[in-house]
């Protein structure tokens, strides 16, 4: 293009290693022909660069490293080169932008480095150029955070240098002839100093500590900060090599690994499948242009929240008026309080208007909705009134969906005249924050509504999981042998704060005991006396510690009798502060009670290390998630991570349960699991899993390959 520039393009287009060879051959051809005067780098369609694919990441001799010496050569131009920024520069295409010597964006182009999020940090030079371009402070948060910045912000920290609302192209070139003859030394980044802070030391200190506390044992941003110090306190040369050292340190590490997994597990999954053939592929989603949600309870609220936000009209139906008034003012705040985080503010949310959100007491309000969430108590009998009453009143194509957390949705179906319409839509608490949407079809869900299900996870800007129908379903169902093994370790000797202690330790965001406090200890316990486990309509004369054969502890039992349900009535495994308190502290009283309870029941209360409490905890959910698979609820050990990472506060950087059990490896968990079931033999959660021990006879092969070793044995795929 014209005699002054030279375009190198389409970055977006051609692969990473073809592309940085495309960059090298152009500019050194621009460099050595005198009629070139001067450099403009852009990308093709619209876009600059989002950086290199991912999938080369993991393998060590394809990483960004070998971005550097391009970087470099565009730095060390001769002739000003100027990078013309459209759609997104991320990661090693805003490293490209770095080494340029000037940046003009457009208005709309987004422009981040991303790489902490997949566990690595800006692997060239990106950690030593920008705290040189925009200070510290600012790179800090762009490297340690990974977030995306619009060029509007990137024009005020210095990112760029002119942005434009149209023709970036041009207004490079224009740039870029202006410039030509100018000294290029003053904008070699790495070249500049550092701008300095007159509290940089304690500044860094702060900043690690703040990203620890974050982190949660996740090594990238604590790397990252490290490499940012490293520009602070050494030359650029020297600084590079230190970023080059943490890039390889977090490469071996094996968090990246996991990192990369979960991103494309996250993925994996939109491509649902169930049995019969149904699949993304070939079935359709319903619209949803108005939806209901009944039971405006903990979860209904979170509900009615994250439906507005996604813009879908919402009827919200509850028993009563006085429960319809506690309701609406509950979903009020949580509205005022999203709204407030949001640009426009209750405006663009428009929740007072009655044809966005409606309360009401009246079921005929529902004849015209196209999606109604029930979210009544956890009680079969109930569901099936209220199943049986929407299938009188919904339009015939209305999709009925049940936010049960373990009930059997063919049960609720049968109340119905359309189990084809029938599906269970599992939010999380709280149901506006929490990502995870586990879809559960039954016997005769159709794939239409499994489509919509999934489309409406997606205009939640949820991640939707499709899994078969059992008791508890995934996520629930992996969770039962994990808290029941956290309860048998206290009745064995140990105590709450140390269970949640390791478990936090390893990364999961609370405990098992702080969670259940959290959650509530009355509704387990409910369903427990539901299920004839405990209260009243157990048989007389059942031993304490035992049903059906197995072993059971009431302790979770005893402490509910006792009014002790958590954070809300300021006791249960721990105590705290008030009724609704959140802090918990250790409390003797439970201590005391343990004793007793082992007393009682003749246990000799033993020592039990972190690693028994790990294992036995992690590996029998574990073990629960191999039974899961064999059994055909799932398609895959991704839609188990997914369900785990997004869901279960499990440590993102460990790849979800199933990918944590392939890098212990398969033989090890079999082998504990061997050990644990033969000291507990009336511990069912702990006997291997029979599709466990075939993985390992057939010597363990890469997660990916693992359904291939149940095909014909899955009854339900
Ligand atoms: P909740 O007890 O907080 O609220 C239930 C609400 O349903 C109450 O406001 C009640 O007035 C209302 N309700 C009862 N009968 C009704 C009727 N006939 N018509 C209209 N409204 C009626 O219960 P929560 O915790 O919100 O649970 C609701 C459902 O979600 C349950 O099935 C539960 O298992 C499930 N769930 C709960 C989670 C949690 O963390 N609390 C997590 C995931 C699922």
Redesign the pocket.
């Given at each position: 293009l014209s005699k002054s520039s030279q375009i190198v393009s389409g970055l977006a287009l051609i692969t990473f290693k073809l592309f940085l060879q495309a960059l090298e051959d152009g500019l050194k051809k621009a460099d050595a022909d005198p009629s070139v005067k001067a450099v403009m780098i852009c990308g093709e369609n619209g876009k600059f660069s989002a950086g290199a694919d991912i999938r080369g990441f993991s393998s060590p001799k394809r990483h960004g490293v070998a971005l550097s010496p391009i970087v470099s050569l565009i730095e060390s131009s001769e002739k000003p080169v100027v990078a013309a920024i459209e759609g997104v520069a991320l990661g090693g295409g805003l490293e490209v932008a770095l080494g340029c010597h000037y940046r003009v964006a457009h208005a709309k182009a987004r422009m981040g480095l991303p790489e902490v999020t997949i566990g690595l940090l800006p692997g060239a030079e990106g950690t030593q150029r920008l705290p040189r371009l925009i200070g510290v402070p600012a790179a800090l948060d762009m490297i340690t955070t990974g977030k995306h910045i619009p060029a509007t912000e990137a024009l005020k920290l210095g990112l760029v240098d002119e942005i434009v609302e149209e023709n970036t192209i041009e207004a490079a070139i224009r740039l870029a002839n202006k410039v030509i003859g100018q000294p290029l030394e003053p904008r070699r980044l790495s070249l500049k100093p550092v701008p300095k802070l007159p509290n940089m030391e304690a500044f860094l200190r702060e900043a690690l500590v703040k990203v620890k506390r974050q982190a949660r044992g996740c090594l990238a941003p604590e790397l990252c900060v490290q490499a940012v110090r490293a520009a602070t306190e050494r030359p650029f040369a020297e600084g590079v090599r230190r970023e080059r050292e943490l890039f390889g340190l977090l490469l071996s590490s094996g968090q990246a690994q996991a990192l990369q997994y979960a991103f494309f597990a996250e993925r994996a999954v939109r491509r649902w499948a169930a049995p019969g053939g149904a699949s993304w592929s070939s079935a359709a989603p319903q619209p949803v242009r108005k939806a209901a949600v009944?039971?405006?309870?903990?979860?209904?609220r979170g509900i009615v929240t994250s439906l507005v936000k996604a813009n879908i009209p919402v009827v919200a139906?509850?028993?009563d008026l006085e429960?319809l008034n506690k309701?609406r003012k509950a979903v009020m705040l949580l509205l005022e309080r999203e709204a407030m985080k949001m640009e426009g503010g209750a405006q663009t949310l428009d929740f007072h208007n009655p044809a966005r959100l409606q309360f009401t007491v009246d079921f005929d309000l529902l004849c015209d909705v196209d999606l109604v969430i029930e979210?009544?108590?956890?009680n079969m009998a109930?569901k099936k009134e209220?199943f049986h009453k929407l299938s009188k009143i919904c339009k015939p194509g209305a999709l009925l969906c049940t936010?049960?957390?373990?009930l059997n949705i063919d049960e609720i179906a049968s109340a119905t005249n359309r189990p084809q319409q029938v599906i269970g839509t599992?939010?999380?608490?709280p149901a506006h924050v929490m990502r995870l949407l586990e879809i559960i079809y039954g016997r005769h869900t159709s794939p239409t509504a499994i489509a919509t299900a999934m489309q409406l996870a997606k205009a939640l800007k949820k991640v939707g999981v499709v899994v078969g129908n059992c008791f508890g379903f995934v996520g629930n169902r992996m969770m039962f042998p994990y808290v029941q093994q956290a309860v048998f370790l206290l009745e064995e000797g140990s105590r709450p704060e140390a269970v949640d202690q390791v478990l936090e330790d390893f990364g999961f965001k609370i405990g098992p005991f702080r969670m259940s406090d959290l959650?509530g200890l009355d509704?387990g316990w409910r369903s427990r006396k539901e299920q004839g486990l405990t209260g009243p309509s157990l048989a007389a004369g059942t031993p304490a510690r035992q049903r059906h054969g197995q072993r059971y502890s009431p302790l979770p039992d005893l402490l509910c009798e006792q009014g002790r349900f958590g954070q809300k009535t300021g006791k249960g495994w721990y105590q705290y502060e008030r009724a609704g308190g959140r802090t918990a502290t250790p409390d003797p009283w439970l201590h005391d009670f343990l004793s007793q309870y082992r007393d009682t029941h003749g246990i000799q209360s033993r020592f039990i290390d972190q690693e028994e409490i790990l294992e036995r905890c992690l590996f029998s959910l574990i073990n629960e998630g191999f039974a899961i698979l064999a059994e055909g609820i799932a398609s895959g050990p991704e839609h188990l991570d997914v369900i785990y990472i997004n869901g279960y506060g499990w440590p993102k950087h460990r790849g979800g349960p199933m990918f944590y059990a392939s890098t212990v490896g398969l033989p090890r968990v079999l082998a504990k699991l061997q050990k644990y079931s033969e000291a507990h033999p009336d511990v069912p959660g702990l006997r291997p899993n029979a599709f466990l021990k075939k993985l390992v006879a057939v010597r363990s092969p890469p997660l990916k390959e693992w359904m291939s070793y149940l095909s014909h044995q899955s009854p339900k795929l």
């Open positions: 009944i039971g405006l309870g903990t979860m209904g139906l509850e028993q429960y309701g979210a009544v108590f956890e109930l209220i936010n049960t957390s373990a599992h939010f999380f608490s959650a509704v």
